[in-house]
């Protein structure tokens, strides 16, 4: 089934729902930018777009190689962004552009920007080198497409590895519920399913423009021993995340860094078929030769259920079943297969056995419960929930969901309000459960306490439709909350479920 048509049938089940130390020479002066404005622009074809990254995209070496971008330039000074965790730990770390000349760093001048997982290196050099150019506009597109460009952890010399460029579609907005995992964002705002690698760690997400339009983080995955190789090895289980620009922006202008940088802030054109068939080409998904683990399998898997080949996804999964019987990020990407295929009992069953074998792995419960709630179980997703916050109390996207249920489908104001409040407290600035406690305070007729909660909401997510519906019922306070005034409606109730996860389908 196209992901695509799947996901419409149920968007009406989600809810739209340290100390900073400058060096000197960056608070001499604000940042500054050209900014262009115009229409769209057309995208590029992908080998385009491969080659402009090419240019900015440099290898960030040290223990733990990771990956940067060239944003700025001052005079034979340039300025790399990457991920902070990259350069968490005082280490020797040096810059390695295209030419393969390597720029040593000076830590102590390393700019680590608060609350997020960012931060800015310099080096100088009297050559010349390419600037990325920013993009900061209105991403949330429906599934726009997207490049990460970045050097994967290699032992090699830089002139024998070869730099990742990887395809894929940037999440809409509207479903990021369904794919947020770590509750401590760090200016996670972006989720994709571009295939990334260990070493992307600060790589650049660009748009069909070939502009910089946030910085790659991490993506989903655990670490497992295999006793067979006596090895520790990483497996993926899930999508990539990253930050906005904008974030960055943002930051760089309230310390007032002294930044040169092309910023443009409008969105390309859709692609043209012609465009999106040069994406096919890095869509390849190499043949099997000599795979052995069950990690290699269950990481191909991974990589074939975000391409949304799932009939050769699950027989990855299986394979690696078949070498490790309790293997269970096999088994939970196994239930995530299913899920995606229809197939919600054997899904269930699937994530059912991942939790018999890790207990504490939440992500099989949560997306469990994500399942049962599409399938009108409340009850049992209720309890999958609860199993969430028992291993991973600081969830805020779970007792979201959590206060949902207890409002929908067991009208427990009083409980439901305590989840609400709970995902408040973790996530401050998460809209969707101010609403949802405004519009529970709404049905228990506490007026203003539901106004006050609604304006809060409406600080957060200016002209929001639904807070707004919500603040014009309560111009009607003296209405029962059943008035035909203002009631939420079916859309309203339905997308405060949460549908079964599923990679958006790349080309279509």
Do not use: C
Not at 231 to 259: C, H, W
Not at 340 to 369: C, E
């Amino acid at each position: 089934m196209n992901f695509k048509n799947y996901l419409w049938t149920f968007v009406n089940l989600l809810f739209p729902i340290q100390p900073l130390f400058l060096t000197s020479s960056l608070l001499l002066f604000p940042s500054t930018a050209i900014v262009l404005m115009q229409p769209a622009a057309q995208a590029l074809m992908a080998d385009e777009i491969n080659q402009i990254a090419t240019e900015f995209t440099v290898l960030i070496d040290s223990i733990n190689p990771a990956s940067g971008v060239i944003i700025s330039q001052n005079k034979n000074t340039y300025y790399v962004l990457t991920a902070k965790h990259v350069v968490e730990t005082q280490d020797e770390y040096a810059v390695i552009t295209k030419d393969g000349e390597r720029h040593k760093i000076d830590y102590q001048r390393i700019i680590k920007l608060p609350g997020v997982d960012l931060a800015l290196l310099e080096f100088r050099s009297q050559k010349k080198y390419q600037i990325a150019s920013l993009a900061d506009y209105d991403y949330q597109a429906e599934f726009r497409h997207i490049f990460v460009s970045g050097w994967p952890a290699s032992r090699l010399p830089f002139a024998e590895r070869e730099r990742l460029f990887s395809p894929g579609l940037l999440i809409n907005q509207d479903y990021e519920l369904a794919f947020i995992k770590d509750p401590v964002s760090n200016g996670y705002e972006l989720f994709y399913n571009n295939i990334t690698e260990l070493g992307l760690s600060g790589a650049p997400i660009l748009d069909t423009q070939g502009r910089v339009i946030g910085i790659h983080g991490a993506s989903e995955g655990t670490k497992i021993y295999d006793e067979k190789s006596n090895s520790v090895e990483r497996v993926s289980i899930g999508f990539s995340y990253g930050i906005p620009i904008n974030t960055f922006l943002q930051l760089a202008d309230k310390f007032n860094m002294r930044l040169n940088f092309q910023l443009e802030n409008f969105p390309p054109l859709p692609l043209t078929q012609k465009e999106a068939f040069s994406i096919e080409a890095y869509l390849k998904v190499p043949e099997t030769t000599d795979i052995s683990s069950a990690a290699a399998w269950a990481n191909r898997g991974n990589h074939l259920y975000r391409l949304e080949k799932f009939e050769e996804a699950l027989i990855a999964f299986e394979r690696a079943i078949k070498i490790r019987e309790n293997f269970y990020p096999a088994w939970y990407g196994k239930g995530n297969v299913l899920s995606a295929l229809g197939r919600h009992d054997r899904a269930i069953d699937a994530y059912q056995k991942t939790v018999k074998i890790k207990p504490d792995f939440y992500l099989a419960w949560r997306d469990k419960g994500a399942l049962l709630t599409y399938l009108d179980r409340p009850h049992d997703a209720l309890i999958s929930f609860n199993q969430v916050i028992r291993y991973k109390p600081d969830d805020f996207v779970v007792w979201y969901l959590r206060g949902n249920i207890l409002t929908i489908h067991f009208r427990e104001y009083k409980q439901a309000i305590a989840a609400y409040d709970k995902a408040i407290q973790l996530k401050s600035d998460f809209v969707d459960a101010w609403l949802g406690k405004g519009e529970v305070l709404y049905r228990l007729e506490r007026y203003q306490e539901a106004r006050e909660v609604a304006q809060q909401a409406l600080k957060l997510k200016p002209n929001d439709p639904e807070i707004s519906s919500l603040l014009n019922a309560l111009d009607e306070r003296n209405l029962p909350p059943d008035s035909v005034e203002w009631r939420p409606n079916q859309n309203q109730v339905e997308r405060r479920n949460y549908p079964p996860r599923r990679p958006p389908n790349l080309l279509w």
